[in-house]
Nanobody
Framework: QVKFVESGGGLVQPGGSLRLSCAAS????????MHWYRQAPMKQREWVAT???????NYADSVKGRFTISRDNASNMVYLQMNSLRSEDTAVYYC?????????WGQGTQVTVSS
């Protein structure tokens, strides 16, 4: 089974930055597009960003210009650099495949933006 482990979350002040990491089991991140999702309290899980196998990226409107997704295929890692954080970015962040192929979710990593 493909497994993803998220890390790097924490408490940050509004306007601050945080870098999330996602470790994928096996050599997965080099063969599939990867995505970051998030789920805020009392909200549905939503898509945040995508990076293709060749490095192309797409972002939700809410994070464009502030977040940057990247990947290191050699180490099967995916990252999410988050800048200019806002309180509404508070959520548990998950990495995974396209929803069409998702089999399970990891624990995610909590991001809390608060003063």
């Amino acid at each position: 089974q493909v497994k993803f482990v998220e890390s790097g979350g924490g408490l940050v002040q509004p306007g601050g930055s945080l870098r999330l990491s996602c470790a994928a089991s096996g050599s997965i991140s080099s063969m599939y597009a990867m995505h970051w999702y998030r789920q805020a309290p009392m909200k549905q899980r939503e898509w945040v960003a995508t990076i293709t196998t060749r490095g192309g990226t797409n972002y939700a409107d809410s994070v464009k210009g502030r977040f940057t997704i990247s990947r290191d295929n050699a180490s099967n890692m995916v990252y999410l650099q988050m800048n200019s954080l806002r309180s509404e970015d508070t959520a548990v962040y998950y990495c995974n495949l396209d929803l069409r192929y998702v089999r399970s979710w990891g624990q995610g990593t909590q991001v809390t933006v608060s003063s």
